[in-house]
């Protein structure tokens, strides 16, 4: 399954949830929401886990103790190289 | 049970009762009895629900099938976690009434914005898209 399963992710900077699946599309799947701003947004009180259609999604914040970015950055330019030879 | 394990499947969400939320800023509240690839879905028994402030009204829709692009957020509607306390609901007529005041007042907000703008020399070219997400 994807690793970052389980990881607390906040979308567009509105709804805040633990990761619970992703697909092809990225697609998310979150459990246990939050919504940042509850009173713009008063149609949410009532729903605990929600699907959000990837191509709608702007940002993805994820917490950044969890995230090697060293690791990110050499993986990243391996693979820049890779694709240019 | 998951048929397709590391997707983020909708199989799972069906015959539930769910509010989706659509690029045009409308909710809808209904039983999702069909899915598919593109996330079009079908909407059994559908409600469209209006939100003003603290309150809301519901429109009955009957039976709904939203193409998928349209889509911004589907949830499942948890039936423990009604919250009665903190929204009123109104009759139809009122929260039409509440919306087109709504309306009225940020169309009057956006005029004001464009004419501070005209008088400095700007101007911010209009949006073709109604999305409201």
């Not at chain 1, 619970?20 to 009532?46: A, C, F, G, R, W």
């Not at chain 2, 079908?42 to 009204?57: A, D, L, M, S």
Request: with cysteine.
């Amino acid at each position: 399954m994807c690793p970052l399963c389980g990881w607390d992710v906040l979308v567009s900077y509105l709804i805040c949830g633990t990761l619970h699946s992703v697909d092809q599309y990225l697609n998310i799947k979150l459990t246990d929401i939050s919504v940042t701003d509850p009173e713009k947004y008063p149609h949410m009180l009532s729903v605990k886990n929600c699907f959000i259609r990837g191509s709608v999604v702007r940002y993805v914040q994820l917490p950044a103790d969890e995230v090697d970015t060293q690791l990110l950055q050499d993986a990243a330019r391996k693979e820049a190289l890779q694709q240019k030879q | 049970m998951n048929y397709m394990p590391g997707t983020a499947s909708l199989i799972d969400d069906i015959d539930k009762k769910h509010l989706v939320l659509l690029r045009d800023g409308r909710t809808l509240i209904g039983f999702l009895r069909s899915i598919d690839q593109f996330a079009n879905l079908v909407f059994h028994q559908t409600v469209e629900r209006i939100h003003v402030g603290k309150k809301f009204g519901d429109i009955p829709r009957g039976i709904f099938i939203v193409r998928g692009e349209n889509v911004v957020l589907l949830g499942e509607i948890d039936v423990d976690k009604l919250c009665d306390n903190v929204l009123q609901q109104v009759s139809i007529e009122e929260i039409l009434e509440e919306q087109r005041l709504q309306q009225q007042a940020k169309q009057k907000t956006e005029k004001a914005k464009v004419t501070a703008l005209k008088d400095r020399g700007l101007s911010i070219p209009k949006a073709d898209n109604l999305d409201e997400y």
